[in-house]
């Protein structure tokens, strides 16, 4: 068993910069994939970046590329979205996620554990 816990969000107003956190607890987190996602309120959960576990390997989704790095330092069992030139259309919870096989995947059924969420909220 994974636990996950998200912090970092806010409020933070158009073109501005966040650093989400996520820190791990329980189970070994230094072998399973790191996904981030978000959900926008009437929206699906959808992807954001995700990171793998062994060669730390990083896929973006195309409507954050360029604008949000994924990263993780196993030693602190944390993994990190850092996001700049943040949008109005960025705002929503967003979820870090953990899957068993390392892959760092995109697709939210892939993963096994779930945080509970940090709300980023961007004001135009």
């Known amino acids: 068993q994974v636990q996950l816990v998200e912090s970092g969000g806010g409020l933070v107003q158009a073109g501005g910069s966040l650093r989400l956190s996520c820190v791990a607890s329980?189970?070994?987190?230094?072998?399973?994939?790191v996904g981030w996602f978000r959900q926008a309120p009437g929206k699906e959960r959808e992807f954001v970046a995700a990171?793998?576990?062994?060669?730390?390997?990083?896929v973006y989704a195309d409507s954050v590329k360029g604008r949000v790095t994924i990263s993780r330092d196993n030693n602190k069992n944390t993994a990190y979205l850092q996001m700049s030139s943040l949008k109005p259309e960025d705002t929503a919870i967003y979820y870090c996620?953990?899957?068993?096989?390392?892959?760092?995947?995109?697709?939210?059924?892939?993963?096994?554990?779930w945080g509970q969420g940090t709300q980023v909220t961007v004001s135009s």
């Open positions: 990171i793998t576990w062994s060669r730390g390997n990083k």
């Open positions: 996620a953990a899957e068993k096989l390392g892959a760092g995947s995109s697709s939210v059924s892939a993963y096994d554990y």
């Open positions: 329980g189970r070994t987190f230094n072998t399973y994939g």
